[in-house]
């Protein structure tokens, strides 16, 4: 598994739709953790934790990889639901506006109950559980995230 250099990265952001896991963790009040970003794309806005998959990582290395960063705890796709693909298409990029951001998601639905205060900061300046109905009627939740509250009966 290897990270490429931001110069290449960018070139392939431009060039090719990226793949990523996105997390939708519900605690047990049936409550979404969102985390407000703190990187393009999706800058300032709400949204689920989530990342991309890197070469030669399988998905489930990929699955541990990313709940180990993003909340904190390591987590296999036997613990999780797979929602589906979805797509994910933004008018700027990690490094501007000069070209789009493409991305293919898996989408995973699991429970969690962590204390937030203990969640990283790298992609995120905050965290907070929200009410399914607050998070689809707030502006300041992405769309990209209410989108898997939108198509998915089994999260409302």
Do not use: C
Not at 21 to 27: E, F, H, R, T, V
Not at 92 to 113: E, M, P, Q, R
């Amino acid at each position: 598994m290897s990270h490429l250099p931001l110069d290449v990265f960018k070139q392939v952001v431009q060039n090719t739709p990226l793949i990523s896991i996105d997390l939708i963790i519900k605690n047990n009040a049936g409550q979404v953790l969102l985390g407000k970003r703190n990187n393009r794309p999706a800058q300032g806005y709400w949204f689920v934790p989530g990342g991309r998959i890197v070469k030669d990582e399988t998905f489930n290395n990929a699955f541990s990889r990313l709940t180990q960063i993003e909340i904190g705890k390591v987590y296999s796709l036997s613990n999780a639901t797979f929602l589906g693909p979805y797509e994910h298409l933004y008018s700027d990029n990690l490094s501007g506006v000069d070209f789009t951001t493409h991305y293919v998601v898996l989408a995973y639905l699991i429970t969690f109950n962590g204390d937030l205060s203990d969640l990283p900061e790298d992609q995120h300046n905050g965290y907070r559980w929200w009410d399914v109905k607050t998070l689809l009627t707030s502006n300041n939740v992405h769309d990209n995230t209410k989108a898997y509250f939108l198509s998915s009966s089994s999260l409302t």
